[in-house]
Nanobody
């Protein structure tokens, strides 16, 4: 049984950092893709960062500012968010897939950021960035 428990959200100011966590059970890092998504009210869920067994993939909007990581010992994966912007305000969800999920384009494959590729979801954790 897969269970994902997200935590660590909060309110910060522009330019500050925040690290959110997702405690995972029932999956194996490196054999199951894990990812972070975010969603604003009335909008579709957006893939933010994803990792499988190789290099992670980031949405263009967060590249260079956000880092996804996995702690095999504690079975927890994280999203380190630096240089936060107002537009990063959203409900953040952690997710896991039943295996490794990739998207291939022009002969190159990278971790999927598609919501439909992920099978298990944690509860959301709110991140609010203000001026």
């Amino acid at each position: 049984q897969v269970q994902l428990v997200a935590s660590g959200g909060g309110s910060v100011q522009i330019g500050e950092s925040l690290k959110i966590s997702c405690e995972a059970s029932g999956i194996i890092f490196g054999m199951n893709s894990v990812a972070w998504f975010r969603q604003l009210p009335g909008k579709e869920r957006e893939g933010v960062a994803s990792i499988g067994k190789d290099d992670p993939k980031y949405a263009d909007s967060v590249k260079g500012r956000f880092t996804i990581s996995q702690d095999y010992a504690t079975r927890t994966f994280y999203l380190q968010m630096n240089a936060l912007k107002i537009e990063d305000t959203a409900m953040y969800y952690c997710a896991a897939a039943g295996g490794i999920r990739t998207t291939c384009r022009r002969g190159a494959c990278f971790p999927s950021l598609k919501e439909s590729d992920f099978d298990y979801w944690g509860q959301g954790t709110q991140v609010t960035v203000s001026s």
